[in-house]
């Protein structure tokens, strides 16, 4: 389990942070962002760690969107400098870390430090995860990369996760184990069926192992932008009725999130390998099925995508940023409605959630904290003690930890910090929020990836524009946040630094150490 800290809930306020739709959500944007990303990558020298002044306090993985087909994954050890290079660089055709959109999101094993990295599309199939060969119909639905820990260089991923030969005009339009038709026409074989479900993928998340949820299991967790989805298959009374649920979402909500065992992932390619829990999404309109007619499902032939928490009554709207707390509740940045004038939001789901699982909370949308997102990318959490009589992973009515989360808005350069398990309204807790780092002292400049020590409170931010990652240690005496100076700057040639996006540490320790005591009947 996490470590139970105090030190984020004297952070006060933090922003949050947002993978521009047009930088991962849209293919056209993506293809159209590559001139700005010619710049190229830093140079590879190393430099000395002789410090007198402020080190990272802990081990960070940083995941650089890079130049055009030059991303990559680097590692700064404990110790380091604000002008080191970092320990570890993984980079090079090898890593497929360059196919084209460059890594986004980044998370670390709490387990053996294995390391997840998602790649949201494959423009020119360099990795197998696009078009079938020989056809040019359309960017690859992208790819989660598994590293081994330690890897360094030019190093291929141990496993990859997706579907190969699927594009999103290339996809398998008849169900699995009837002959092949493809969606776009091309000839019968060449297409795939998205076992995987994965979909533009964009945030990664390893849940905590000593959690009770998955006793001693490794469960990575991805959050993928697309499919719209009308329903879930599982959600027959919705579909039923038309969709009843998707209508306040204008018919469809969009993306869903799979979870996956990484023990059963066989080495490199996993094709056919389908998420924990799997409960397929119908992405297209319920279909009239006649009556009397089993199995009792209404989606039209061939339109079910993988998942393993989707469907309209989730609330998932572009889904970029997860995290999950030490009693496995999984949280979830939304976005994809900023484009559209809408709010950001974050979504938390209950241990083992599954299926068109209602949200436990919903930060952002209604209530004190509506409207307080510009547009949110990625989030971290402190988690907090649950009330007097409760036992993890139980998490019901009365039984809801007091954890924190911090989440990077881009809209504003800001940090933002809430209380998510407060004001219940009707269905779900809407939060409040607790305060916000932001201001020129912060050097916040379009911050994206955001992660905490899980031992030393520090909280790390990576600024994409600025091409920065820094570390916030001062908050102990301060509850407010507010225009508040990092305390250490990781920049420069040597750090290699190239359009960060994401960051990660191991997040959970085997045994928690309670910040504080909760009395009988406090909620």
Do not use: W
Request: glycine share 14%; proline share 8%.
């Amino acid at each position: 389990m996490t470590q139970v800290r105090d030190g984020l809930a004297a952070l006060a306020p933090m922003a949050a942070l947002r993978l521009t739709v047009a930088r991962r959500l849209s293919v056209v944007a993506a293809m159209l962002v590559i001139p700005a990303l010619l710049a190229g990558t830093a140079g590879t020298s190393y430099a000395k760690h002789h410090h007198k002044g402020a080190v990272l306090n802990d081990s960070v993985t940083v995941t650089n969107y890079g130049a055009a087909f030059g991303g990559s994954v680097e590692t700064f050890a404990a110790g380091r400098g604000p002008g080191d290079a970092p320990f570890l660089l993984v980079k090079g055709t090898n890593t497929l870390l360059g196919s084209g959109t460059g890594p986004a999101g980044v998370s670390v094993s709490s387990l053996d430090d294995h390391v997840a990295v998602t790649i949201p599309i494959d423009l020119l199939d360099l990795t197998g995860f696009g078009a079938a060969a020989g056809l040019s119909n359309g960017p690859g639905t992208g790819l989660v990369e598994i590293f081994s820990p330690g890897a360094n260089g030019n190093s291929a991923p141990e496993a990859l996760i997706g579907t190969r030969n699927v594009s999103f005009d290339n996809a398998l339009c008849t169900a699995p184990g009837t002959p092949f038709v493809c969606c776009s026409g091309a000839v019968a074989g060449t297409c795939q069926f998205n076992f995987s479900g994965i979909n533009t993928p964009q945030g990664a998340a390893f849940e905590d192992p000593y959690d009770g949820v998955h006793p001693g299991t490794d469960i990575i967790a991805v959050a993928n932008t697309l499919p719209a989805s009308f329903f879930s298959t599982m959600d027959f009374l919705d579909a039923s009725n038309g969709g009843a649920a998707c209508a306040a979402f204008g018919g469809a909500t969009v993306g869903t999130i799979t979870e996956f065992d990484r023990a059963t992932l066989p080495s490199l390619h996993n094709d056919n390998v389908t998420p924990l829990n799997d409960t397929p999404v119908c992405t297209l309109p319920a279909a009239f099925i006649p009556p009397g007619t089993e199995p009792p499902t209404f989606c039209p032939t061939g339109s079910a995508n993988s998942a393993t928490i989707g469907g309209c009554l989730t609330f998932l709207l572009g889904p970029v940023g997860l995290a999950f707390d030490q009693y496995g509740i999984l949280f979830v940045v939304n976005e994809a409605g900023v484009a559209a004038g809408g709010p950001g939001f974050v979504t938390a789901y209950a241990p083992g959630a599954y299926g068109d699982a209602l949200p436990i909370a919903a930060v952002g949308l209604e209530g004190g904290t509506a409207g307080a997102f510009v547009d949110p990318v990625k989030i971290a959490v402190q988690s907090g003690p649950l009330p007097y009589g409760c036992v993890a992973p139980y998490i019901g009515v009365t039984c809801f930890p007091d954890d924190t989360i911090a989440v990077t808005d881009v809209g504003d350069n800001s940090v933002k910090i809430f209380s998510p398990f407060s004001n219940f309204d009707t269905f779900f807790f809407l939060g409040t929020e607790l305060g916000t780092i932001h201001g020129g002292n912060t050097k916040l400049k379009r911050p994206e990836g955001i992660a905490l020590g899980v031992t030393t409170d520090a909280l790390y931010v990576v600024n994409n524009n600025a091409n920065t990652l820094e570390m916030f240690t001062d908050f102990s005496g301060d509850t407010s946040g507010g225009d508040i100076p990092p305390t250490l700057i990781v920049s420069g040639r040597n750090t290699k630094l190239n359009f960060p996006v994401d960051v990660a540490l191991q997040a959970f320790t085997p045994s928690p150490t309670p910040s504080s005591t909760v009395s009988a009947g406090a909620q």
